[in-house]
């Protein structure tokens, strides 16, 4: 297989930072649709009754059509630049995820988790860091 070895360029980089943003809000349209169908615990019991009142939700779709374009996306992400340099630089989602958790949902992020985002964080320079060096 040929590899597709490639610069983390600002186009790509904004292309992984495009598919982080629409996880992100899929994830958040799927959270909200989980909350809407009143069921607090979910388990073989009620899971298709979960399930019924998921999909009868607009939340719901609306993160199955998020994850569709994001599909999209990421193949041009992937078709660019390697899967090792792609995926870990996807990892800001995680950075997104907290804050639209925090200002959506009204949710706490410990400060363990900031220093757990802090690590991505730098992670992901040093990826970025790695390919650039790789291409000179």
Known sequence: MQRTK????????????M??????FA???FKKAAMATNIPD??????????????SG????????????N???????LSQIDLSVAFPTGSTSYIIVALLSIIFLGEQVSPAQ???IL????????ISRSTQKEAE
């Open 6 to 17: 490639g610069r983390l360029t600002p186009v790509v980089f904004t292309l992984i930072i």
């Open 19 to 24: 598919t982080d943003i629409i996880e992100s």
């Open 27 to 29: 994830e958040l349209f």
């Open 42 to 55: 979910v388990g073989f019991s009620n899971f298709f009754d979960f399930l019924s009142r998921m999909a």
């Open 58 to 69: 607009s939340g719901f779709w609306i993160g199955i059509s998020f994850y569709v374009i």
């Open 71 to 77: 599909f999209f996306l990421w193949i041009a992400v």
């Open 114 to 116: 900031w220093t757990g």
């Open 119 to 126: 690590f991505i964080i730098t992670g992901i320079f040093f």
